[in-house]
């Protein structure tokens, strides 16, 4: 477009020098034919810059356009409403009125089609007898009059670049950023399901299992435990010579103490991971009756419980209830014991005699002491157990590795310094094993014992126990595992969400994008039907709508 040049036309129009100058008059003594002709040229050539958002104000200051347009522009229209219902068949006209909006110039074209279809209703002095054809002269002359059609295009112009394209520039613009965001999220998403999956099966690494059967799995590793335990148990057996330095130690300072280091590991350093039986009593058992595991519990379903039948079985359940309130035969009604004299005394009864209390002091005792009259031999509850499994010792055996850890780092700092004349002459009436040992040995005897250690207090030792402890610690294990496999299927799933939506806002932009393409062809198509116009009214001068880049 033209710019904005020193002698070009503003907003208010055109330069009228001829209206407002003082025109060539016949006693001018400087007045040239040749000059005023070549004025006249650059005058026509001068362009018409108008601000398209004040077209419309441009029309009507001008007296182009009555200032009551809307109006006949709203008549006009209701004639086409009325005029497109009854069309010919053709091609052309059809594609006019596809999903356009039909103005002046869509009228004239419909007019010449029309005097091709209906010629032969032409009569003699050049008029149609055809109504389609009378319909849309009308429509014609009602846009042509007063120049209705030109101030309809302007609105129409305005509309389509101040409205319309901003619009659809705006939903193209957040159908990107949606896209963006999801495909944003969406990569979040994978990582996180990526993160949680890494997470599930490095705690299934911790637990020592594959994740495939988490509780199955689970209750595997429970039952080869005690294999473990030994394992754990036998590595005790190569700590007999640092046993053995540290209780010369202690009775060497503490000047001959009978005393034993470190019981529980000398034992298991001689025995190995023997029963409670074992331990406690010095013999090996003849016979072990290891109690069972509460699998049972663990692996019943919710669809496998039997809730019974209240309303079926209400009549029978005082008969088959015994509460052992009462150690008298039972009754057919129940005996709730609460006040057993008075019954007595109403009955005209006594009570329990001497042999019958002692028959129920005698059963007493066998309920409470049943677990400790065990056979001779024979390792029963609690003493079936092996010595890591109970929670007792195996803290007073990890309790000794440290203190026999502690004394053997504290025995190398000692050797690791200059040694003076106190500490030479305290150790020359020492024991050969405290004389002979050297730095070296003594750091073998530490990792060993760190090893040691380290395999009872390790992660997986640690849940290992607590489900040996409580069986219903596997389920939540299980529980928590499961969990956090459920968490990345949850966003996986989002994930797969923010691609539907991101496959959404691409489907709506290469919607919106043809109807864009579309209304700018035909906003410029505007455009210059309106420069045409307004040019051909100021004698062919260039006009130039401005604010109107496309």
């Not at 053709?90 to 091709?116: M, P, Q, T």
């Not at 996986?492 to 579309?518: F, G, N």
Request: aromatic share 6%; hydrophobic share 35%.
């Amino acid at each position: 477009m033209a710019a904005v040049g020193k002698n070009s036309g503003t907003l208010g129009g055109e330069k009228r020098s001829t209206e407002r100058g003082r025109g060539p008059q016949s006693g001018d003594a400087f007045f040239w034919l040749p000059d005023a002709v070549e004025t006249m040229q650059d005058h026509q050539n001068l362009p018409i810059d108008i601000q398209t958002s004040k077209l419309l104000d441009w029309l009507v200051d001008r007296r182009h356009c009555n200032l009551k347009w809307q109006g006949q522009v709203r008549t006009v229209r209701e004639k086409i409403a009325v005029a497109i219902r009854d069309m010919p068949e053709n091609e052309e006209i059809k594609r006019l009125l596809a999903g356009s909006y039909i103005h002046y110039f869509h009228c004239l074209r419909i007019v010449e089609i029309l005097r091709g279809t209906e010629a032969s209703t032409k009569n003699i002095f050049g008029r149609y007898s055809s109504q389609r054809m009378k319909d849309w002269q009308e429509i014609v002359s009602l846009y042509e009059k007063d120049n209705t059609y030109l101030v309809e295009l302007a609105s129409l112009l305005v509309r389509n670049i101040s409205y319309e394209i901003p619009s659809l520039k705006k939903q193209i613009s957040k159908c990107q950023q949606l896209q963006q965001e999801h495909s944003r999220k969406e990569e979040e998403y994978q990582l996180a399901a990526a993160e949680m999956r890494e997470r599930f099966y490095s705690s299934c690494k911790q637990y020592g299992i594959m994740g495939d059967d988490v509780r199955r799995e689970l209750l595997a590793l429970v039952k080869d435990f005690p294999s473990q335990l030994d394992k754990i148990g036998a590595g005790a057996r190569g700590l007999s010579e640092a046993i053995d330095l540290y209780q010369a130690c202690v009775q060497f300072v503490c000047e001959s103490s009978t005393e034993q280091v470190v019981p529980l590991l000398r034992h298991m350093q001689a025995r190995g991971n023997t029963t409670i039986y074992e331990w406690r009593r010095g013999v090996e058992p003849t016979s072990v009756e290891r109690p069972e595991m509460e699998e049972a519990k663990e692996s019943v379903e919710p669809e496998a419980i039997d809730w019974g039948d209240f309303g079926a079985e209400s009549a029978s359940v005082p008969e088959m209830v015994d509460y052992g309130i009462s150690v008298e035969e039972p009754s057919e009604e129940i005996d709730w014991g609460i006040s057993l004299e008075s019954n007595a005394q109403e009955n005209g009864t006594t009570s329990l005699d001497e042999g019958d209390k002692s028959v129920a002091a005698t059963a007493q005792i066998v309920v409470l002491d049943a677990g400790s009259e065990v056979p001779e031999g024979i390792a029963r509850g609690p003493d079936a157990l092996s010595l890591l499994e109970t929670p007792e010792t195996r803290n007073q055996f990890i309790d000794e590795l440290m203190e026999l850890e502690i004394f053997l780092s504290q025995r190398i700092v000692e050797m690791s310094e200059e040694a003076d004349i106190l500490s030479v002459s305290q150790f020359q009436l020492a024991p050969p094993i405290l004389q002979d040992q050297t730095k070296e040995k003594l750091e073998a005897m530490v990792a060993a014992l760190q090893d040691l250690v380290g395999r009872m207090t390790s992660l997986r030792m640690q849940h290992l126990f607590m489900i040996l402890a409580s069986p219903r610690y596997v389920d939540r294990v299980t529980e928590l595992l499961r969990q956090k496999l459920k968490q990345a299927d949850l966003l996986l799933l989002k994930k797969d969400l923010m691609i539907q939506k991101r496959q959404e806002a691409l489907e709506e932009q290469a919607a919106l994008e043809p109807k864009l393409d579309l209304l700018m062809q035909k906003t410029k198509e505007l455009q210059k039907l309106i420069e045409a116009d307004v040019s051909k009214r100021y004698s062919g001068r260039p006009v130039n709508l401005m604010g109107a880049s496309l």
